[in-house]
């Protein structure tokens, strides 16, 4: 069975800090999502890492994919409320066949000022 | 800028009720999706759908529930009875592609039809 695990699922943080949120997975899936969730709203995606090794930036966030270590990392630079929202990292179950995402838990952000 | 659009936003109904919910993928989008999320957990797979049949299904989607795109828009899904544990919000997502290989693509979600069971 996959498993995606995210860590922390929750994490409070004053404006202007750094923070990476990290999500693990359990097979060899080479393809990994990061979406973003407002309450009550739907998901948005935000980066997809293709390959070993890929690092994407958009603005204050930038993930990364290590193939090997089946790990993914969606680091928060100078952080501003804004960013307040539940992280989602999701893998292929199928390796990218038709691409059933299985999703984490969501890592819950809450910036502070 | 297209998106994903569905209906209703929250429907409210009877245990052993059928529900039917609604969704209007991107347009030239050809892979459809379903995905649950019951209030304060994770996303859950349900259901993908390509060429006019189901691709692949997950164990939450048994016997009860049943996928159909009945026109050349529209991608539902039905809950035959149902049941308390049902009510969650209900997305359904969209891809051009089929994310394999060197696809770039991702899936455009819905903003989700909340479903109540009383």
């Known amino acids: 069975e996959l498993k995606v695990e995210q860590n922390p699922l929750f994490l409070s943080m004053q404006e202007g800090k750094n923070y990476t949120i990290y999500c693990n997975y359990s097979?060899?899936?080479?393809?990994l999502y990061w979406y973003r969730q407002d309450p009550g709203k739907s998901l948005e995606s935000l980066f997809v890492?293709?390959?070993?090794?890929a690092v994407k930036q958009e603005g204050r966030l930038m993930a990364s994919l290590d193939t090997k270590a089946r790990l993914s990392t969606l680091h928060i630079t100078a952080a501003v409320h804004d960013l307040s929202a539940t992280y989602f990292c999701?893998?292929?179950?199928?390796?990218?066949?038709?691409?059933?995402?299985?999703f984490g838990k969501g890592t819950k952000l809450s910036v502070k000022p | 800028e297209p998106e994903v659009t569905q209906t209703p936003s929250h429907q409210v109904t009877q245990m052993g009720q059928e529900v039917i919910l609604r969704c209007v993928p991107i347009?030239?989008?050809?892979?459809f999706y379903w995905y649950r999320q019951i209030l304060g957990q994770k996303v859950e797979f349900l259901v993908s759908?390509?060429?006019?049949?189901?691709?692949?299904k997950s164990e939450i989607f048994d016997d009860q529930f049943s996928v159909e795109r009945p026109d050349g828009s529209n991608f539902t899904l039905k809950i035959r009875s149902t049941k308390l544990e049902d009510s969650a919000m209900y997305f359904c997502?969209?891809?051009?592609?089929?994310?394999?290989?060197?696809?770039?693509?991702?899936?455009?979600f819905g903003p989700g039809t909340r479903l109540t069971v009383l």
């Open positions: 999701a893998v292929d179950l199928w390796g990218g066949s038709q691409g059933n995402l299985i």
């Open positions: 890492l293709l390959s070993n090794g």
């Open positions: 347009s030239n989008h050809l892979y």
């Open positions: 097979t060899t899936s080479d393809r």
């Open positions: 759908f390509y060429n006019n049949e189901i691709s692949e």
């Open positions: 997502a969209s891809s051009r592609e089929g994310l394999a290989g060197l696809s770039t693509d991702t899936q455009y």
